[in-house]
């Protein structure tokens, strides 16, 4: 059974640029959550999705970024105009239903140049 | 604001040197506490998960413990591949998990 998969590893981008991260679940998994962590920091919640709905948002800059978990395909986390303070690194959580356990992917880190 | 804290920040021990990390919390209601393993570069690596006071679980080295304020990650004759951030997150019936900022452990060989 394959993990939660993200890609791609490593973005780099410029000020201005639009950043897109991709999110696939464990198989079965119909949650899942977006997490972002910068050096030395904690996992910090930015969103949580199932299919087709945005769940929760709350920890999501309302401004530029955006979330989507379609009925087929990845989930996918957006940031338009990216500038310097959103590099990071973001990790994708995904579990079989809410309270479970989330599993979590390897990361996209994100450097905004 | 539910909270989670951890102790020590960091921890570096000889291989062979048994410690513990204490994670703390405030929380209106718990479903279940979670403790995680963080290698640099790579995801959080699910250890265990607690749901209720007196609860224990074990695995390898390490062992994890719950109380209504607290929870312990034992660490028994550690090697130096257990360096690690050690991560504890706890489900407060919400819609995410709540993480504590980690412990960095060091072991020497």
């Known amino acids: 059974n394959a993990g939660v998969m993200q890609n791609p590893r490593h973005l780099v981008r410029r000020r201005g640029q639009e950043a897109r991260l991709r999110c696939s679940p464990m198989?079965?998994?119909?949650?899942v959550y977006w997490y972002r962590q910068l050096p030395e920091e904690g996992l910090k919640f930015m969103v949580y999705l199932q299919k087709e709905n945005i769940i929760d948002e709350s920890g999501m800059p309302k401004e530029r970024f955006s979330a989507e978990f379609p009925k087929e395909g990845p989930s996918i986390l957006r940031i338009q105009q990216v500038v310097r303070g959103d590099s990071a690194a973001y990790f994708c959580a995904s579990s079989p239903d809410l309270g479970e356990t989330q599993y979590f992917g390897p990361g996209t880190r994100l450097l905004v140049l | 604001e539910d909270q989670v804290t951890q102790s020590p920040e960091a921890l570096r021990l000889q291989e062979g040197e048994s410690s513990s990390l204490n994670c703390s919390y405030t929380?209106?209601?718990?479903?279940?506490l979670f403790w995680y393993r963080q290698d640099p570069g790579k995801g959080p690596e699910f250890l265990f998960t607690?749901?209720?006071a007196g609860e224990e679980k074990e695995k390898e080295r390490l062992k994890a413990t719950l109380t209504k304020k607290e929870s312990f990650l034992h660490i028994t004759a550690p090697k130096p591949e257990d360096s690690a951030t050690y991560l504890c997150?706890?489900?407060?019936?919400?819609?995410?998990?709540?993480f504590g900022p980690g412990t960095r452990l060091s072991v020497l060989p």
């Open positions: 997150a706890l489900d407060n019936y919400g819609q995410n998990f709540v």
């Open positions: 929380v209106s209601g718990l479903r279940g």
């Open positions: 607690l749901y209720s």
């Open positions: 198989k079965g998994h119909s949650h």
